[in-house]
């Protein structure tokens, strides 16, 4: 059997067959009329969301029989080498093209990333959309390690530390330039949590010391220079990464928080912090760094606050909230940029509280806030999106085989529309991935 990879121009791919069954590229046939008809459709082709997720082992099947749907000249049916959850083969062009004019969001393909007889947790994409990482609970070790798919199309993950007796959680990729991941871990002869820092072909190593769980990373990386947003106990630090990966003990002080989060331009922070006195509660600040300035953003009192995050344009935040004596989670925004009070959006949100790394999850466009429902049949979670300001919603469907649905991702990458979660279909918490016609 012919394997086939996407190759990536500035024009149309080329396409070229090849023996070779590890080759990583598809070329397309050098045929002008063939060239001609697929730049209608090119950007909203299986090769392109494929390529653009990094999914680039493709495999040519036999020739199609006659039950198999129309395609267009030169298209050729193509199988993902993972298996396709709901349907038995990948849309053709022109199923993908009457998807793409359909208003509604909808699902174009889903399948199963990654699964074993371990429960997985808080997939979540880096900015480019090419890699993903998710934790795994291993049930013997009673630990949790740090999974990696530094391309997509690898068939097992990368594991940190695989070999090692540690815990490692909290992983976040890094914003800005480049690709790399910071995480919290206990590896180590004082068993002291530390950040630590992946890079591509590279050992992980820590890139703080001292005393003190160090957790919720957040890694920025702009004009050649990196930083790390991080808590040291109750305290939060900013600490400048030296290129020689030589490690600071101390970094800027930012103040006491349980949770803070860095806007995309870096100038603004969302601040929770626990208010004082009997009946404490939770409460939701906007700071300033240049002039350390606050606002406070949630008025109403007795409520527990988790996991801010910014829409990439800057002008929202979304974070989950609860009454303090009640347990549903509900997910509330606040349009930053006009400095309104935070408002509930929705109610019976699914919300794992010991995951504060993982928060709402925003569209490449902003336009989005994607969330799991509470409430299903038969533990089926629907997946669903509202607009920032509330003003519209929807959900999209997927198999019934999937159930307990958690911990939703939207891959960050402009021209890749596609969502990660996890979910049961077998015994386990696996990885899947659904491709969408719209962002």
């Not at 070779?20 to 045929?31: G, L, Q, V, Y």
């Not at 001609?36 to 969301?49: M, Q």
């Not at 606050?294 to 002008?315: A, K, M, N």
């Not at 409430?375 to 999937?402: F, I, K, T």
Request: with cysteine.
């Amino acid at each position: 059997m012919e394997s086939a990879v996407v190759e990536r121009s500035s024009q149309i791919p080329i396409l070229k067959m090849t023996n070779d069954p590890m080759t990583k590229e598809i070329r397309m046939t050098n045929d002008e009329t063939i060239l001609a008809r697929r730049r209608l459709t090119f950007r909203t082709s299986c090769f392109v969301i494929l390529s653009s997720l990094g999914l680039l082992s493709l495999v040519i099947p036999p020739p199609a029989s006659a039950q198999e749907p129309e395609l267009l000249p030169g298209e050729l049916p193509i199988t993902l080498g993972r298996e396709l959850i709901g349907a038995t083969r990948l849309p053709t062009l022109r199923e993908i093209e009457r998807a793409v004019r359909d208003p509604e969001v909808r699902p174009v393909a889903l399948f199963r990333l990654h699964g074993d007889r371990h429960n997985h947790y808080a997939p979540a994409w880096s900015e480019d959309g090419r890699s993903l990482v998710a934790l795994r609970a291993e049930i013997d070790a009673r630990t949790c390690k740090i999974i990696l798919f530094p391309e997509l199309h690898q068939t097992e993950p990368l594991t940190l530390y695989d070999n090692a007796a540690s815990y490692e959680h909290m992983p976040n990729w890094n914003t800005g330039q480049a690709t790399r991941l910071a995480f919290s871990s206990n590896r180590g002869d004082d068993q002291q949590e530390q950040i630590h820092l992946w890079e591509p072909s590279a050992a992980p190593f820590p890139v703080t010391t001292g005393s003190g769980s160090k957790v919720l990373p957040q890694l920025r990386i702009t004009g050649g220079q990196s930083q790390i947003l991080f808590r040291r106990v109750d305290q939060f630090e900013l600490l400048p990464l030296a290129s020689d990966r030589s490690r600071t003990p101390r970094g800027q002080g930012m103040g006491e928080a349980d949770e803070m989060r860095l806007s995309p331009n870096g100038e603004k922070v969302a601040v929770i912090r626990s208010t004082s006195g009997e009946g404490s509660s939770q409460e939701l600040l906007l700071r300033e760094r240049t002039t350390s300035r606050e606002i406070r953003l949630v008025t109403e009192s007795g409520r527990l606050l988790r996991s801010p995050r910014w829409s990439p344009d800057g002008r929202w935040l979304a974070f989950w909230s609860r009454s303090k004596e009640g347990r549903d989670w509900e997910l509330w925004t606040v349009n930053v940029a006009q400095d309104q009070p935070a408002e509930r959006r929705a109610a019976g949100v699914r919300v794992q509280e010991d995951f504060r790394h993982v928060g709402p999850a925003w569209s490449s466009d902003s336009q989005r806030v994607w969330f799991t429902a509470a409430q299903g049949e038969q533990s089926h979670y629907p997946l669903q999106w509202l607009s920032p300001d509330g003003s519209r919603r929807g959900q999209v469907e997927y198999a019934r085989s999937l159930t307990t649905a958690i911990d939703l991702s939207s891959c960050p990458s402009s021209p890749t529309p596609a969502l990660s979660f996890s979910a049961v279909e077998r015994r386990s918490l696996e990885l899947f991935v659904m491709l969408l016609n719209h962002p």
